[in-house]
């Protein structure tokens, strides 16, 4: 049988808990990204480059999301990191949603700090090798 390279062996539950949210958020974006799609279907004119943009968008997020979640599963710093920066640009993005008045904002805005406060934690950095 063979061990890891460093302890833990099991992966913890906050790091476990952050990549269970990244395969949920991964999971909502292409589900967003699929209405998306349908409704670029009945758009037309000017409108049609927005909402192109606003499916790449959240389809990409989506794959981050993933990367991010398979990456931190193989003990991977760069996937750590990347995926409290993104958070952290969700932060910013749910905040400005919030102030214009976009209530739902809550749950995103809480989401990703949460997802930030279990990477940033000393179990997580430790499972990928930064502590």
Known sequence: M??????PYEMPGKTR?????????A?????LGLIAMRALGS????????????FALVLGGALLNAVCAIAIQK???W??????VLCAIGVAGQAVNL???DASAVIGLGLNIVIIVLLVSWESK???GAA
Not at 2 to 7: E, H, R, V
Not at 79 to 84: G, K, N, S, W, Y
């Open 2 to 7: 063979s061990l890891p390279a460093s302890p």
């Open 17 to 25: 808990a952050a990549v269970i949210i990244l395969w949920i958020g």
């Open 27 to 31: 999971a909502l974006g292409a589900v």
């Open 43 to 54: 758009v037309s004119g000017p409108d049609t480059a927005i909402v192109t943009l606003l």
């Open 75 to 77: 003990r991977q710093n």
């Open 79 to 84: 996937a750590r990191i990347t995926a409290i």
């Open 99 to 101: 102030l214009t008045g």
């Open 126 to 128: 430790q499972w990928c």
